[in-house]
């Protein structure tokens, strides 16, 4: 049992203050009823509160697949910019939640955002080599040199070895569009491996962390829900 405003407060339905002020204006009902109480005790599995007429889903974390467009932080909050937290509508803006495993301000795709501390660390881990595939184009031709140099661990220009990863070349030309996997996150580290090769990158996006996929109908800006299941596919090879 729990009280009824921390209970609302902990889905991240505004501050514990402000939905005191809803809950005693009548704005909440337990199951049905209008409640008052802010004190009141309700049992999360069993009764069914609402919050302005929005029936309250209660869940221990949530977990949501944003496709990331350039040009936003992906950080929790930041007093001067934009960032990935802030597409979130009020009502799906918990506390706590923040973006398990960041990629750069102008890269796009999969971010996934929850305020599940322990799985951002168990996704975050050196040993758990998650993959993360990511495309990008680059500025100009690559070969199987570069395939080669992958595989191999590329050492970047600060002495930095990376781990084996995967280069597969999806369009050949001027401006090759390729795929790259990776089970590790340095900083910048896919445009620090092509630089090794004299080669910039003009677009990056990643496309799947495991066997989680970017759903190829969210446009940029949009994000949906996740469940269990779906988690689970973060730790199974893609």
Not at 84 to 91: E, F, G, K, Q, W
Not at 207 to 218: F, I, K, N, P, R
Request: with cysteine; aromatic share 4%.
């Amino acid at each position: 049992m729990e009280r009824l405003d921390k209970l609302i407060c902990s889905q991240g339905m505004r501050s514990r203050r402000e939905i005191g002020g809803v809950i005693r204006r009548g704005g909440v009902t337990v199951n049905g009823a209008v409640c008052r109480d802010p004190a009141r005790k309700v049992d999360p599995a069993a009764d069914t509160v609402s919050v302005e007429r929005e029936v309250l889903r209660v869940s221990a974390f949530v977990y949501y697949m944003l496709n990331k467009p350039a040009g936003l932080l992906c950080v929790s909050r930041d007093p001067k910019a934009e960032t990935v937290v802030d597409l979130l509508r009020p009502a799906d803006r918990r506390r706590g939640i923040f973006p398990a495993g960041r990629l750069d301000r102008d890269t796009h795709g999969l971010v996934l955002l929850t305020d599940d501390g322990d799985l951002a660390h168990r996704i975050l881990s050196p040993k758990k080599h998650i993959k993360k595939r990511y495309q990008a184009i680059l500025d100009g031709p690559v070969d199987g040199a570069a395939v080669d140099a992958f595989a191999a661990g590329v050492v970047l220009a600060d002495g930095t070895r990376c781990r084996p990863a995967g280069l597969c070349i999806l369009q050949e030309g001027e401006h090759p569009l390729v795929e790259i996997t990776l089970c590790e996150g340095k900083y910048h580290q896919i445009k620090r491996m092509f630089g090794t090769l004299d080669r910039g990158v003009d677009w990056l996006k990643r496309v799947s962390m495991g066997a989680l996929t970017l759903d190829e109908s969210l446009k940029e800006g949009e994000y949906k829900s996740l469940e269990k299941q779906d988690i689970s596919l973060l730790f199974k090879d893609c």
